[in-house]
Nanobody, 119 residues
Framework: QLQLVESGGGLVQPGGSLRLSCAAS????????LGWFRQAPGKEREGLSC????????DYADSVKGRFTISRDNAENTVYLQMNSLKPEDTGVYFC????????????WGNGTLVTVSS
């Protein structure tokens, strides 16, 4: 049973930083790409980033490019999202995702972790 469990969300002030983690289990992580989506209140889900199985190729949405960094540790079955220079618009539920390749409709989703950027 493939599972993804996010952690690290919370309340942060604009300009601050958070690091999200996602622990994967139930499958061989190095066979999968990993990524992050988010859903702001009342908005559609937005793909943020994806990283290939070897961790050598990454992709970012324009909205987070230069501020967010995705990384993975296959030995620990974990993917991370380092978020810097956070803005109120970054507020939302952040989901860890996994599939055989990066695509809009990723196959596996975690339950999400809430990030709130506010003064």
């Amino acid at each position: 049973q493939l599972q993804l469990v996010e952690s690290g969300g919370g309340l942060v002030q604009p300009g601050g930083s958070l690091r999200l983690s996602c622990a994967a289990s139930g499958f061989t992580l190095d066979h999968y790409v990993l990524g992050w989506f988010r859903q702001a209140p009342g908005k559609e889900r937005e793909g943020l980033s994806c990283i290939n199985s070897g961790g050598t190729i990454t992709d970012y949405a324009d909205s987070v490019k230069g501020r967010f960094t995705i990384s993975r540790d296959n030995a620990e079955n974990t993917v991370y999202l380092q978020m810097n220079s956070l803005k109120p618009e970054d507020t939302g539920v952040y989901f860890c995702v996994a599939d055989r390749w990066c695509r809009v409709d990723m196959r596996y989703w975690g339950n999400g972790t809430l990030v709130t950027v506010s003064s």
